[in-house]
């Protein structure tokens, strides 16, 4: 399977050291496997820089490492109760899970107010995914210790 990871930089050697904290996921790296969700999000990061790169580093992992019993994987299909009640979780405080892997869509500006509606107690996790799907999600796969990282292999960057 092929995954994109949207910078201002070209990725060969991923790492936990740079991510921020508060995340959707909590502290990781991130990627996709809709190239264009990441050159969009390379184009963002480019334009909070103020100018440079935007640059989508590719990577490969084995199907397989999804189903590996040694590693622990939470996949949340589509914006649910538990999903949202996890990145609220990981957006307030320091990562509370101890996955290897995350994956599950991505809670982006465009939800940012659904969901902070919900945090502040104003609609209920029932209302706040009814709304949550009223919009396109995109995915992210994020990966949280180094050894998943080290399932990544390096393919490609591409300037976008």
Known sequence: MKLYHGSTVTV???????????????????TTIDYEQAARWARIRRERAGGGNAIVSVFEIDDALLERQDLRIMNYQGAT????DFVVANRR???LHDYDIVLGPVANDNLYATISLYENG??????????????V????????????????????????
């Open 122 to 135: 104003e609609l209920s996790a029932e209302a706040a995914i009814v709304q949550l799907k009223t919009h």
């Open 12 to 30: 060969k050697n991923p790492s936990l050291r740079p991510g921020r904290v508060n995340t959707d996921f909590g502290k990781g790296f991130y």
């Open 93 to 95: 405080y320091a990562p």
């Open 137 to 160: 999600l995109f995915n992210q796969v994020s990966f949280h210790t180094q050894t998943a990282i080290n399932n990544l292999k390096f393919v490609e960057s591409v300037e976008v």
């Open 81 to 84: 109760i538990k999903w949202l």
